[in-house]
C-alpha cells in the first residue's frame, strides 16, 4: 500500500506564540521595571502574561494527518491516533482558528488536544486544504454516531 506524505494542520508558526511569547512577557516587564519604581505594574503583567502563555499557548500541538491517523506532538511526546477514535472536533471559540479535538479514551495527551490551524494569510480564515480534511474526520465522526445509533 502506498504511503501518503503527513499534511500539516496546525499553524507552522504556532511554536513562535508557544516559545517566543515568554520571553517578550519578560522583555516588557523588565522594560518596565527599569526605572525601579514600577515593580508592582511589572509582576501584574508579568504574571497575567505568564497565566495567559500556560492556558492558551503551551497547550497548543503540532498536528499532522496522514493515511487516515492524526500525528500528534507537542516537541516532546509523539502519538499517532486513527481517525476512528475521535469522538468529536469543533473549530472556533474565542479564535475561529482553534480546533479541539475530543478522543473516545485516554491518549498521550489527554481526552481532548487543542491546535492552532493553518491559516491563508492572503484569503483570510482557514487554509483550503486543512478545512477539507477537518470537514472529512468531521464526516467520519457522523458517519460513526450514525452506525452506533443504528447498532442500538
Do not use: C
Not at 527599569?34 to 515593580?39: A, F, H, L, M, S
Not at 481517525?83 to 498521550?108: A, C, H, P, V
Amino acid at each position: 500500500m502506498k504511503k501518503t506524505k503527513a499534511i500539516l494542520l496546525s499553524n507552522p508558526i504556532a511554536w513562535i506564540m508557544k516559545y517566543l511569547t515568554p520571553i517578550i512577557i519578560l522583555f516588557i516587564t523588565s522594560g518596565i521595571y527599569t526605572n525601579g519604581k514600577n515593580i508592582q505594574i511589572s509582576l501584574i503583567i508579568a504574571l497575567f502574561g505568564i497565566v495567559y502563555w500556560l492556558f492558551f499557548f503551551l497547550p497548543l500541538k503540532e498536528v499532522k494527518f496522514e493515511d487516515d491517523f492524526l500525528i500528534i506532538s507537542n516537541d516532546i511526546r509523539k502519538d499517532k491516533i486513527h481517525i476512528n477514535e475521535i469522538d468529536n472536533l469543533t473549530t472556533g471559540g474565542w479564535s475561529m482558528y482553534l480546533t479541539r479535538i475530543y478522543f473516545k479514551s485516554q491518549t498521550k495527551f489527554g481526552k481532548k488536544i487543542v491546535f492552532a490551524t493553518q491559516i491563508d494569510l492572503f484569503g483570510g480564515g482557514i487554509n483550503e486544504k486543512a478545512k477539507s480534511i477537518l470537514l472529512q474526520i468531521k464526516e467520519n465522526i457522523e458517519i460513526q454516531k450514525n452506525q452506533t445509533s443504528d447498532i442500538k
